[in-house]
């Protein structure tokens, strides 16, 4: 008994079991983590309020009980040493000894905390103002890396995109490894059994930028059953797409191991699997408005580049 | 339409039980076929070939869940086109699942023995009744309606990884009993 015979018996399993896959189908769940971050999120945000807060207080009972005008509290500081020594002189009259000592200690406290205060603000205006210099030299200098990179990047990328050098392209895809991450660089898109890596940003700019009549190019690989890589560049020079496909570590490539073509178009068909589910199809071929069934009958020639599902 | 329907206007020959079973299963055997022949003027063709099918089953079959009869016949004829199809285009999906399923199949012992059609099935049967329903609706989900993995963690609203390691453990619980009663690849 092979896989394919288990896979048709299975067919012949007993209709309940069918239809409880069918109808069994779990609900989006609110994430559990999701609640607790957000109680967290909310009790910090209430603690952060009450510290506000009863700073505001303190700082609001400390300036009430040593100046009578609002506005010399707040002032100069020369302004504010004179409403200051008056309000000393005023306060001596009061009949509790305690309480003139307590209010002249408090104010010596806030006056020392308000000198505190201008000497912080002092010091402070002159960090803004060397962390904005510093920000302006790091932007500087940060644009100015940018700017190295985008044009080694450029450079690089330039030519790419208008190389139809066969040999090259075949050299380079020699050398490229046969374990795929997203972030290696050394291709556009790695396509996993129809699952795409990074994402699908790669195609739809390279789609863009074709659109637009603009060169572009792109690479990418994508993985037989067996875990072998099979390499795609494409490229559009304004007029067509020119193709290369390298299939020389697929074990089963019989005779097609490399490929090489030139297209008038690239057609692009979306089929919609389920609510927000895609999948799509990109073909090279010669001719226009070309139906996929036209294609996969032989009626026209064709050549599949890339097949992968999407979430929209 | 209910179903009861449905099945009424094929044993009365009404043309009107095609466009009823379309409008109703249509997206599920499209789903079920693109599952297996991986794209989609395949899978639209074993869809219309499903209906043809049905037509010819339907009197005087009268089958009891309309949804299943018609995956059944879909799925046949989805993985009968696979196999023709398989030497130009190549769905890795389906070939994952088919590869799974080898691993089901212990090796050959000493004496081969062939098994009615069915009877296997009905091994299967016992041994789905089993399952905790999670892993049942897991494992039909893969390998009756031969969904992904990811189509399948988003069903049931569990990780890929739990889906695989439900799958993996399924699998091998599947190899013994049939390894039991001597099913052998």
């Known amino acids: 008994m092979t896989g394919k015979d288990l896979f048709r018996e299975i067919g012949m399993i007993d209709e309940k079991y069918v239809v409880e896959a069918e109808e069994v189908k779990r609900p989006v769940r609110f994430n559990p983590m999701l609640k607790k971050s957000l109680a967290t999120v909310a009790c910090l945000c209430i603690c952060i309020g009450l510290y506000f807060g009863v700073r505001q207080l303190d700082i609001g009972v400390g300036g009430e009980s040593t100046a009578n005008s609002t506005a010399d509290a707040v002032g100069q ?101 046969d374990v795929f991450e997203p972030d290696t660089g050394e291709v556009d898109v790695i396509n996993r059994h129809g699952e795409l890596q990074p994402g699908s940003a790669a195609l739809e700019d390279f789609l863009a930028k074709t659109e637009s009549g603009a060169d572009a190019a792109i690479e ?40 090489e073509g030139v297209y008038s178009n690239l057609q692009v068909y979306e089929e919609m699997l389920e609510d927000g589910l895609y999948n799509v199809i990109w073909v090279l071929t010669n001719q226009e408005n070309v139906t996929l069934e036209e294609l996969e009958q032989g009626k026209v020639e064709g050549f599949t580049v890339i097949q992968y599902i999407q979430e929209r | 339409m209910e179903d009861s329907q449905i099945i009424e206007l094929y044993w009365q020959r009404s043309e009107n039980a095609i466009t009823e079973t379309s409008s109703k299963y249509g997206r599920l055997l499209r789903k079920i076929a693109m599952n297996i022949v991986g794209n989609f003027s395949d899978a639209e063709e074993c869809e219309n070939d499903t209906y043809i099918a049905t037509w010819n089953a339907i009197p005087p079959t009268r089958p009891n869940v309309l949804s299943a009869f018609l995956g059944k016949i879909a799925r046949n004829i989805a993985l009968n086109r696979y196999e023709y199809n398989k030497a130009q285009k190549r769905n890795n999906e389906f070939d994952l699942i088919l590869s799974e399923l080898e691993e089901c199949i212990a090796a050959k012992n000493t004496v081969e023995e062939s098994f009615e059609e069915g009877v296997v099935a009905t091994m299967l049967d016992e041994f789905l009744a089993k399952l905790k329903q999670e892993t049942r609706v897991i494992f039909v989900r893969r390998y009756w309606y031969s969904d992904s993995v990811k189509d399948i963690a988003k069903r049931m609203q569990i990780s890929e990884s739990k889906v695989k390691t439900v799958l993996f453990r399924t699998r091998k619980e599947l190899q013994d009993y049939l390894a039991e009663r001597g099913v052998f690849v």
Not at chain 1, 109 to 119: G, I, L, N, P
Not at chain 1, 136 to 149: K, L, P, R, T, Y
Not at chain 1, 239 to 251: E, G, H, L, N, Q
């Open chain 1, 77 to 177: 500081s020369a302004g504010y040493d004179g409403s200051m020594a008056a309000s000393n002189g005023a306060w001596q009259e009061s009949e509790s000894f305690f309480d003139e000592m307590s209010i002249a200690a408090t104010t010596e406290a806030y006056k020392t905390a308000e000198d505190c205060e201008v000497v912080e603000k002092d010091e402070n205006s002159e960090l803004l103002q060397d962390n904005k210099q510093e920000n302006e030299q790091n932007e500087a200098d940060s644009q100015m890396g940018d700017a190295n990179i985008a044009e080694s990047v450029q450079s690089d990328r330039t030519v790419i995109e208008t190389s139809r050098d066969f040999e090259e392209i075949s050299e380079r895809f020699a050398g490229y490894s």
């Open chain 1, 220 to 259: 990418l690989v994508q993985f037989t059953i067996e875990g072998d890589p099979i390499f795609y560049y494409i490229q559009y020079n304004g007029k067509d797409f020119y193709m290369v496909m390298d299939a020389r570590r697929d074990a089963f490539a019989g005779d097609k191991q490399m490929e």
